[in-house]
């Protein structure tokens, strides 16, 4: 297993999408099956559903998360673990001789893959934790917010009766005020640039791409 592999990794909201999303637009083959934009990654995730479903198949076996959030040790492959994933390179390297793959859960299985794929090239993508962290949070939200518009009908029912029960209260006689209350939410766009050491000889801006 000699050709050209790169292994695109790196934790969950770290830009593992826009910087493979790059690299496919370049032209680098990340495989034929991609899993497909959704909130937070719009354009697409850019993650080969083939080692996706492996990787959470083989979490899910040994009583993981599928997400891979996980502290825990991973218990060591079996013989037959090995053969599917080895299976898997096999066909994608059948059908390029310089490919490559992304998933946030190969940092689960480094080791396993540095034994298949002894001659790959690694890029591991790292990002600031809070703002990691913080990305993550805001998918968690604008997935549960999304989950609420879908029930919009019943959530007005349920505030126009909290709202007539106030007005029909015994506060009627007494002073009152009442305020409206919102929010903004601002997005903020970012630029993520890319820095070679050392002095900086080399950079290059994936927006502009």
């Not at 994608?92 to 859960?105: F, T, Y």
């Not at 703002?131 to 998918?139: F, H, I, K, W």
């Amino acid at each position: 297993m000699n050709s050209n592999v790169l292994v695109i990794t790196g934790m969950h909201r770290s830009g593992t999408s826009v910087v493979t999303q790059w690299l496919h637009r370049c032209g680098l083959p990340i495989g034929t099956k991609l899993v497909p934009g959704g909130i937070g990654n719009a354009e697409g995730h850019f993650e080969d559903v083939d080692f996706l479903a492996l990787h959470e198949q083989l979490l899910k076996n040994r009583k993981l998360p599928v997400s891979g959030f996980t502290d825990q040790p991973l218990q060591l492959l079996t013989a037959i673990d090995k053969q599917q994933l080895q299976a898997l390179i096999v066909v994608r390297q059948r059908e390029n001789s310089q490919w490559g793959w992304k998933e946030p859960r190969t940092c689960l299985f480094l080791d396993i893959y540095k034994e298949l794929l002894p001659s790959a090239f690694y890029l591991v993508v790292v990002r600031d934790h809070n703002a990691t962290v913080n990305s993550m949070l805001s998918r968690e939200y604008a997935t549960h917010i999304g989950k609420f518009q879908a029930t919009k009908g019943l959530t007005r029912m349920k505030w126009l009766l909290y709202k007539k029960k106030s007005r029909k209260s015994s506060l009627e006689n007494t002073q009152r005020n009442t305020s409206k209350y919102g929010y903004t939410i601002t997005n903020v766009s970012s630029t993520i640039s890319f820095h070679c050491r050392p002095k900086n000889t080399c950079s290059f801006n994936i927006r502009s791409c």
